[in-house]
């Protein structure tokens, strides 16, 4: 019979798979707005919440503070690798206004964790109280985080379109949230399960959503231009537009 402990880095073993994977979902996205040279309609906040949220499971991770947690510390460690490149481009392309604003809330990002970690390192001197301190961040953040691309749901909802909505970004969202909450409940850690079974939950809404209006979602043509004569005695011709849809 498989022990709890070999059930439960077999299952974070998965849940690392599947956070990669979470990881590399806004690929697409990023490489529409670089052929755009323009971020569109997209919004920064699922990428700053990512990287806030792997920030703290990091620091989470580490012997200082939560030992034997090498699964968390690997898997956050690339998150905060990938979400920094996702977060660089779109600054690149982003309006000037939305430029400012992400760099405002990456500043404070930066102090509060340089807090956290001053605080924490200083203040609390045993094993269980920072996983305490920081696992409580975590679960406000890992919760943040979830529900980030909810930001969008109102768009979604006012023109029927989930075309900034990324479906594999919600997708992978909801199977990250139950891999870990599943981890988190074989040996039970509290600090894990709340954010990941929310997490469950809001992917679940994101694809009912999805799925609810993509049918009603613009599909994208492309123009081919045609010559034409305007008039039998025309002297000019013209050019006619025809979208051909995909």
């Known amino acids: 019979m498989v022990s709890a402990d070999v059930a439960r880095n077999i299952v974070g073993i998965t849940g690392n ?3 990669f994977g979470l990881f590399l979902s806004p690929v697409p996205t990023f490489w529409r707005i670089y052929k755009a040279k323009d971020v569109e309609e997209f ?15 990091f620091f989470y991770g580490l012997p200082i503070v939560h030992p034997n947690s090498t699964l968390v510390l690997t898997i956050n460690g690339i ?16 309006a000037k206004n939305t430029r400012w604003k992400m760099l405002g809330v990456l500043a404070l990002e930066a102090v509060f964790v ?22 409580i961040l975590c679960v406000i953040f890992g919760s943040i985080m979830y529900a980030s691309p909810l930001t969008i749901m109102g768009k979604v909802i006012r023109t029927k379109s989930v075309e900034y909505m990324p479906f594999f970004l919600s997708l992978v969202n909801f199977l990250n949230g139950c891999c870990w909450t599943a981890y988190a409940l074989i040996k039970f850690d509290i600090y894990i399960t709340i954010p990941n079974a929310l997490g469950t939950i ?15 979602t613009p599909k994208k043509g492309k123009n081919v231009e045609l010559p034409t004569v305007l008039t039998k005695n025309a002297v000019t011709s013209g050019i006619v537009s025809v979208t051909i849809e995909k």
């Open 202 to 216: 809001f992917g679940l809404i994101q694809l009912i959503m999805y799925f609810y209006y993509y049918r009603s």
């Open 43 to 57: 919004k920064p906040d699922p990428y700053l919440a990512t990287l806030m949220n792997c920030l703290l499971w």
């Open 79 to 94: 998150g905060l690798v990938i979400e920094s490149a996702y977060i660089i481009i779109f600054i690149i392309y982003a």
């Open 114 to 135: 340089a807090a956290v970690v001053a605080g924490v390192l200083l203040g609390a001197h045993t094993h269980e109280k920072r996983s305490m301190i920081v696992g």
């Open 17 to 19: 798979v599947i956070s």
